[in-house]
């Protein structure tokens, strides 16, 4: 089982949270004109590395916040979290 | 090729079976071959056999890091369905449900095809509808489907949990007659074993490492063998298809998570039919060997340990429970992990890729197991005339971007749920 540290609440079982993708995805800004194509890349396209990845975690069964995780993809190690405005 | 038939069993019974040949060679790799496939598991394979089949390629060379039949097409639950509402995948998998028909006379290798249903409980009226509606969508594609009442799945399959009080009571079932099972291992072999004897080459612990791309153009791949020249390449590796296409300057809508399954203690016969949990994800068989066979969820979130998390299998159990509570009284004998290739509409892409002489086949989500010969067959179509045939006109790489998603069921990679 994964041990998640929150960094909010501190470290919780892996039971406790809810996953939420690639954390490098962002929206594009209101109203600026895009391609479609920039459109597609954040709806549809996603890292999926071997290894060192950045995903966002939600601690929905605890203080129900958005965090940033960096965690190994092949051996589920958990390097470092940290707060959505924080850097990895 | 050896065939094997009830007089080679008498005849090598004679020799205590010391003397049966192997079933595919082990070849050295050449320098060069027209097409190379990577990844030997069950599209691989099925890819080579139609390709020197039906379009009489047989300069292949079929590249494997680890050996036949270890990933993912050892590692599935068996289950054979084309139960599907919208006609590209309806018209898909009925093919393929033509193809596993005869395949065990096909490849001269018992692949122990079972068709004995698969059943899909509703645990509402709603959910009936719904089902309604994907039955009469499978039968106007030729499909074949019965709706099931309460009283009939009685005598189907009655130690599920008919009362009231359970949490989600058992309304109906939508069923697919001629869905079921086959032995896995087998559909590898047999297809291994059929490409060998048309002259493929199966090169097993042979990793790719690079390729060999100019002006556009495939030239060759770069092995841990060395490296061989070829015009075309199919790619069939299913959970790395990222990182091989990464190779390639490519990304792609894939995401690779871990999906697990188990096996309980075997016990006698119990269950007769596949039967999926409608108000979950949960669905189970019973091997011929009695153990019960078992899977659902994802772990749901990315992965390439081809192992899994004991919070998701506790998960998947008790959907389990809940539709038969005598599981709960079953020992568990072996759990694992295989990585899929979850696609973001969560159905396939058999296609031609922007590179030319590089396609793609990937984005099976849970279900690729069942498509093994049909998405063999359509991407051997695909490689050789260049161009997919009308069956996976639909998988293309590019619907993500023209908006023609094929979002059977909203499933996917979920990642815009969170």
């Known amino acids: ?88 | 090729m050896q065939k094997y038939s009830i007089f080679s069993l008498i005849k090598n019974s004679f020799s205590n079976h010391q003397n049966w040949e192997p079933a595919w060679r082990d070849p050295e790799l050449k320098k060069e071959y027209d097409v190379v496939i990577v990844g030997g598991g069950g599209h691989g394979l099925a890819t080579a056999y139609y390709l020197a089949k039906e379009h009489k390629i047989t300069n292949v060379a079929i590249l494997e890091k680890g050996w036949i039949g270890g990933g993912n097409v050892g590692r599935n639950t068996t289950i054979l369905r084309s139960n599907y509402m919208w006609d590209a995948n309806g018209l898909f998998y009925e093919y393929g449900m033509k193809l596993w028909e005869n395949l065990s006379q096909e490849l001269n290798y018992n692949v122990m095809y079972s068709p004995r249903g698969v059943i899909n409980l509703a645990h509402s009226d709603a959910q009936l509808n719904v089902f309604a509606r994907r039955g009469n969508s499978m039968r106007l594609n030729g499909i074949d489907a019965i709706m099931l009442s309460k009283e009939e799945l009685i005598t189907k399959i009655p130690f599920a949990d008919f009362s009231n009080s359970a949490r989600f009571p058992i309304f109906g079932a939508l069923m697919q007659p001629k869905g079921g099972t086959a032995r896995h291992d087998a559909v590898a072999w047999g297809y291994a074993r059929g490409a060998d004897n048309l002259g493929v080459d199966i090169i097993q612990h042979c990793e790719v490492t690079g390729f060999d791309v100019q002006n556009g153009k495939i030239i060759g791949v770069q092995t841990s063998r060395g490296n061989i020249k070829t015009k075309k390449i199919g790619l069939c590796v299913a959970g790395n298809t990222s990182l091989l296409a990464s190779k390639l300057n490519m990304k792609l809508p894939i995401e690779s998570h871990v999906l697990q399954a188990c096996v309980s203690e075997p016990v006698k016969p119990f269950l007769d039919h596949v039967v999926t949990f409608g108000a979950g994800h949960f669905y189970c068989s019973q091997s011929d060997k009695g153990e019960m066979v078992m899977g659902g969820d994802l772990d749901g979130y990315n992965s390439y340990a081809q192992r899994g998390n004991l919070p998701t299998l506790q998960h998947v159990l008790s959907e389990g429970v809940a539709m038969f509570p005598n599981l709960s009284r079953l020992k568990m004998l072996r759990t694992w992990g295989g990585i899929m290739d979850m696609s973001m509409d969560g159905s396939p892409i058999i296609d031609k890729t922007h590179i030319e002489g590089v396609y793609l086949n990937c984005g099976w989500c849970y279900g690729g197991f069942k498509a093994t010969p049909v998405s063999g067959w359509t991407f051997a179509y695909t490689i050789a005339q260049d161009h997919p045939h009308e069956l996976n006109s639909k998988f293309r790489l590019n619907r993500f971007h023209t908006g023609h998603l094929i979002d059977e069921k909203g499933v996917g990679t979920k990642t815009w749920i969170g």
């Open chain 1, 1 to 88: 089982m994964l041990e998640i540290k929150c960094p909010y609440c501190g470290k919780r079982s892996q039971n406790e949270f809810s996953y939420g993708g690639d954390a490098k995805i962002k929206r594009p800004e209101l109203g600026k004109e895009i391609s479609d194509k920039e459109w597609d890349n954040f709806v549809y396209y996603r890292d999926n590395p071997k290894g060192k990845h950045s995903e966002l975690w939600h601690h929905i069964s605890g203080c129900r916040q958005w965090f940033k995780v960096s965690r190994d993809t092949a051996s589920h190690e958990i390097f470092k979290t940290a707060k959505l405005d924080e850097d990895l």
